[in-house]
């Protein structure tokens, strides 16, 4: 189980400069990477499996990118490896793709292809973008860090975080555009938002009531309703530059 960070920043510089303590360093932490893993691609992952492999060189990747003064390592790994998988599955999915469209010719609906479709994948350039080639942060990755981490203190109100969107995105179309639906009409209905906000639920019976949309789409992507909710009301500048869709909607 990984430390805190007060007690692994020292560790982390120590297996930025060590490569014999880096390997100590990774394979005391190795459920780490595979649980991560397991997260993002959302099935079983063991260290023979590609999906390991891309997470372990993450988080070296992360090791080498850290500054202490940046705050908690494992935040910093748990974004980086979310990006190179999402990197990942997004070329695997366009590869699929593209041997179906072959295949079937244009029974394809090309809005549907690409699994950047969800929340998660719609961040994923921005949010992680913690080192550049000097393995420094940069002004705008530093700040787009400052919003997730900021975002994540309202988010841990509702009993959940960030990363936990990677799980309950929309991956359809339709889909998309029912939890749109919802995010705009609470935007716009401030009793709606109000209730939310106090009780620490999303109101999924005045909601239903009044737009409509499947209890079930609710239920289901609800952390990913509160969470746009929040992003959208919220100050969160570049984190809502990549949710534009929803105002459009």
Do not use: W
Not at 73 to 81: H, N, P, Q, R, T
Not at 200 to 218: F, S, W, Y
């Amino acid at each position: 189980m990984e430390k805190n960070f007060g007690d692994t920043s020292k560790e982390v510089i120590k297996a930025k400069e060590n490569p014999d303590f880096r390997n100590e360093f990774i394979t005391a932490h190795r459920k780490f990477i595979l649980s991560k893993a397991y997260g993002v691609v959302g099935h079983f992952v063991n260290e023979n499996d590609d999906e390991y492999s891309i997470a372990l060189i993450a988080f070296n990747e992360a090791i080498d990118s850290y500054e202490e003064s940046k705050g908690d390592f494992f935040a910093l790994a748990s974004v980086v490896i979310t990006r190179r998988l999402l990197d990942y599955i997004k070329g695997e999915s366009k590869h699929k793709n593209e041997i179906l469209t072959d295949s079937l010719g244009s029974d394809i609906d090309s809005s549907d292809e690409d699994i950047n479709i969800a929340f998660n994948m719609e961040l994923k350039t921005k949010e992680a973008e913690l080192s550049t080639s000097n393995n420094s942060f940069s002004p705008s990755t530093s700040s787009m860090q400052d919003e997730i981490y900021s975002l994540g203190d309202v988010l841990k109100k509702y009993g959940f975080s960030f990363f936990d969107l990677v799980d309950c995105s929309p991956k359809s179309t339709k889909t998309k555009k029912a939890c749109s639906e919802v995010i705009n009409y609470v935007l716009k209905d401030e009793t709606t938002l109000k209730k939310m906000r106090k009780s620490l639920l999303l109101p999924i019976k005045e909601i239903t009531e009044n737009t409509k949309v499947p209890r079930k789409i609710l239920e289901r992507h609800r952390k990913y309703i509160i969470a746009a909710i929040e992003i959208l009301d919220g100050d969160y500048p570049q984190i809502a530059e990549y949710m534009t869709y929803i105002r459009k909607g």
